[in-house]
């Protein structure tokens, strides 16, 4: 039995909605982020990095105490206004690709402790004790964990006769996306959906696992304070069938000492190899692998798809891992190896392409992504997914909505 809670949020003022909010800090290259900063006084990029010229001498404890600053900087201009009581919100991102559409909610660190709120990711303990203090010094965060709950059709009929009424806002991106937002502060719709999702039960991390881990560990060590905000985290809620899920492709520098023709022959052992030369070929199916080496595509069909006994066995990542990554390339650990990098599978296979033509890396893989049941499975095993086995959209905009750690003194 899941629960969900409504919360005082804080949020753009109506018409600077579109100007305030921003992309992960993460997905902005230096010329797009320097051009917001310099040119774009209302962004929410100023807040997350308001000494950004200075960043790389300034300490982590004083850039703590000036993002606060910022925060209320905006708050005391009338950016960004707090929400009167506590509210649902419902959000939709329409994009020419999908829509996504969910619910804005907390959802309880008693939930995620008792494993209603169900993980497959594991944590690096330093970023969760980094965020953990990030959060503890600035006392707001406005990236919700990502969390899909299984299709219910109650719930469908209402997100459809939401999304019918007048929202909140409603504004276009230059990535060409559009969203909208609705405020849910009817005590009667309030009351409904806490009672869908008790009835839903139990709830899946889609991406966020690192940030629930820091909202946990903030609640351990300041819960004696007694504030009521700590024993909750923002979660966007999605249906299962509403999230994308991309792979992460691998690209490697070296080929460990082999050379090509023994790496193929070693992989041969494993895998149905066929030469596709210049087509750019990515799997169709699970047990499929992509491969980009010395100008030429190949695909590779794993022989024996029926020897593995657990569900972690049987995940792509984990099979390119026990059976190319460690015995022919060297490769232990998939986090930490800086011989090993990561591409999104958002991304088009040319880019691992270019990357290789490049010179800087020697070799590509495509990986086919991993379906919602595996990783519900996973997590409902307890079990671990490999290292970047994921990339799951939709991404939320910084400063759409934030949820505010310290008690209201309003």
């Known amino acids: 039995m899941a629960k969900i809670i409504p919360f005082r949020a804080v949020r753009p003022a109506t018409d600077k909605v579109s100007l305030v909010t921003s992309r992960s800090y993460d997905e902005y290259s ?24 200075n960043q790389q001498k300034i300490g982590l404890e004083k850039r703590f105490k000036l993002v606060a600053q910022k925060y209320n900087d905006f708050k005391a201009e009338n950016i960004l206004i707090k929400e009167d009581k506590p509210v649902f919100y419902l959000y939709e991102i329409y994009s020419k690709e ?19 709120i169900k993980k497959h990711e594991d944590t690096l303990q330093y970023r969760v004790e980094l965020f953990k203090d990030y959060l503890h010094q600035i006392g707001f965060n406005t990236e919700p964990v990502l969390i899909t709950y299984p299709d219910n059709e109650a719930l469908n009929g209402w997100i459809m006769a939401k999304k019918s009424m007048p929202s909140l806002y409603e504004f276009s991106t230059t990535k060409k996306e559009k969203h909208s937002l609705w405020k849910i502060e009817n005590n009667e719709d309030i009351q409904w959906l806490q009672q869908q999702f008790e009835i839903i039960g139990d709830l899946y991390i889609a991406d966020g696992h690192h940030r629930s881990a820091s909202a946990e560990l903030l609640y351990e060590q300041d819960k004696a304070s007694g504030n ?25 520098r070296d080929l460990n000492g082999h050379s090509k023709e023994t790496f193929l022959q070693l992989l041969g052992d494993n895998f149905w190899i066929k030469n596709k030369e210049q087509e750019l070929w990515k799997p169709t199916r699970k047990f499929e692998f992509g491969m980009y080496l010395d100008g030429e595509f190949y695909s590779l069909t794993l022989k024996d798809e029926h020897s593995f006994t657990s569900v ?11 059976k190319v990554l460690q015995p022919i390339l060297g490769i232990d650990d998939l986090r930490n190896d800086e011989r090993i990098d990561y591409i999104p599978g958002k991304q ?3 880019t691992i392409k270019e990357v290789v033509d490049e010179g800087e890396f020697e070799l590509g893989f495509m990986l086919f992504p991993t379906d919602i049941s595996e990783i519900k499975e996973l997590a409902d095993k307890n079990l671990i997914m490999p290292p970047k086995s994921t990339y799951i959209d939709p991404k939320f905009r910084s400063g759409l909505v934030v949820y505010e750690i310290p008690p209201s003194s309003e």
Not at 48 to 53: C, D, K, R, T
Not at 99 to 108: C, E, L, N, P, S
Not at 312 to 322: G, V
Request: glycine share 2%; proline share 2%.
């Open 98 to 116: 999908r829509v996504f559409t969910g619910i804005i909610a907390g959802t309880t660190i008693e939930d995620y402790q008792n494993n209603v």
């Open 312 to 322: 972690i066995e049987r995940l792509d990542a984990q099979i390119l891992y026990k």
């Open 348 to 350: 088009s296979i040319v």
């Open 228 to 252: 009521e905000n700590l024993k909750y985290f923002m979660s966007f809620l999605i249906a299962e069938s509403n999230v994308k899920i991309y792979e992460y492709n691998r690209i490697i």
């Open 30 to 53: 230096a010329a797009e982020l320097a051009s917001q900063l310099d040119f774009n006084p209302f962004s929410f990029l100023h807040v997350l990095n308001p000494a950004y010229v």
